[in-house]
């Protein structure tokens, strides 16, 4: 099961942290907005969600991941990808 809870609580955080953007006019203008989220892959955090899951499973809940994302406007995802020194290879 996706932490979707958390996801959540980090896009919240993130947004307060870098979500404010850079204005040369006037503290009400925004230029630019960074709104992302990291999903976290150690120990089954956030993706996968267990271990053993088919491709076509984690690629169901990597898009359901980003689905969210997009539905919550955020306009970045942090992937963590190499928690245990091993790679994601293209098949």
């Known amino acids: 099961m996706i932490h979707l809870k ?3 609580k ?6 307060l942290i870098f979500g404010y953007g850079y ?3 006037s503290n009400n203008e925004i ?3 960074f709104r992302g989220v990291w999903v976290a892959t150690v120990g089954n955090i ?3 969600s ?3 899951l ?5 690629q169901a809940e990597a898009i359901k991941i980003l689905d969210t994302a997009k539905n919550s406007n955020l306009n970045a995802i942090m992937l963590q990808i190499r928690p245990q020194s ?6």
Do not use: H, M, T, V
């Open 10 to 15: 980090i896009s919240a955080l993130l947004f």
């Open 50 to 52: 267990a271990k053993g």
């Open 86 to 91: 091993d790679a994601f290879y293209k098949c």
């Open 23 to 25: 204005s040369n006019k």
């Open 6 to 8: 958390n996801i959540l």
């Open 31 to 33: 230029n630019r907005e």
């Open 46 to 48: 956030d993706w996968p």
């Open 54 to 58: 088919s491709i076509a499973e984690q």
